[in-house]
T-cell receptor, first 115, second 115 residues
Framework: AQSVTQLGSHVSVSEGALVLLRCNYSSSVPPYLFWYVQYPNQGLQLLLKYTTGATLVKGINGFEAEFKKSETSFHLTKPSAHMSDAAEYFCAVSDRVSSASKIIFGSGTRLSIRP | DADVTQTPRNRITKTGKRIMLECSQTKGHDRMYWYRQDPGLGLRLIYYSFDVKDINKGEISDGYSVSRQAQAKFSLSLESAIPNQTALYFC??????????????FGPGTRLTVL
């Protein structure tokens, strides 16, 4: 069975500092991998996804994530945090073997930005 | 116009009442999902539907029922609401087929409070 673990339920960084949100997955074969963002009082929107090919994936708002098969990780980074990045971030996995697969979400990481 | 809409956006009700949450989509997707979000638990799948005639239980279906009235509409019902069903509820949609990579698109959410 697939699972996903997000390390740290709350991360706080200063404006302009590096953002690093950690995600590790468990899967018998490399899955599809997603990062979603939830701004206050809104639904989830896709930041980026890894399906195949290049392991460094670039998303919206300057975020990127790297798929590392050997480490079963898909950490999310942004070189310089902005106040508008304050939100909750969810890592998610989906089985690439079955077209009837569902998405499994991590428990989320709340990102706070200090002025 | 939003692609995935949910009504109502907020609802306060009393224990024992029947509640229906509605979801509509204009994306033309066959697949629809209902999730609940609780702090620290991420999103948990309640029910999902891969087409109008296909309804499946998710990981936490007890106390809930659904109806897929049309491709574009998927309703969630709480037959007799209880306080621990207080949560944020999300509807989501996805395309069928391998090239969708199982990516899901979310509505804005319904905040339900059961007193």
């Amino acid at each position: 069975a697939q699972s996903v673990t997000q390390l740290g339920s709350h991360v706080s960084v200063s404006e302009g500092a590096l953002v690093l949100l950690r995600c590790n997955y468990s899967s018998s074969v490399p899955p599809y991998l997603f990062w979603y963002v939830q701004y206050p009082n809104q639904g989830l929107q896709l930041l980026l996804k890894y399906t195949t090919g290049a392991t460094l994936v670039k998303g919206i708002n300057g975020f990127e994530a790297e798929f590392k098969k050997s480490e079963t990780s898909f950490h999310l980074t942004k070189p310089s945090a902005h106040m508008s990045d304050a939100a909750e971030y969810f890592c998610a996995v989906s089985d690439r073997v079955s077209s009837a697969s569902k998405i499994i979400f991590g428990s989320g990481t709340r990102l706070s930005i200090r002025p | 116009d939003a692609d995935v809409t949910q009504t109502p956006r907020n609802r306060i009700t009393k224990t024992g009442k029947r509640i229906m949450l509605e979801c509509s989509q204009t994306k033309g997707h066959d697949r629809m999902y209902w999730y609940r979000q609780d702090p620290g638990l991420g999103l948990r799948l309640i029910y999902y539907s891969f087409d109008v005639k296909d309804i499946n239980k998710g990981e936490i279906s007890d106390g809930y029922s659904v109806s897929r009235q049309a491709q574009a509409k998927f309703s969630l019902s709480l037959e007799s609401a209880i306080p621990n069903q207080t949560a944020l509820y999300f509807c989501a949609t996805s395309e069928a087929g391998a090239t969708s990579y199982n990516e899901q698109f979310f509505g804005p959410g319904t905040r339900l409070t059961v007193l």
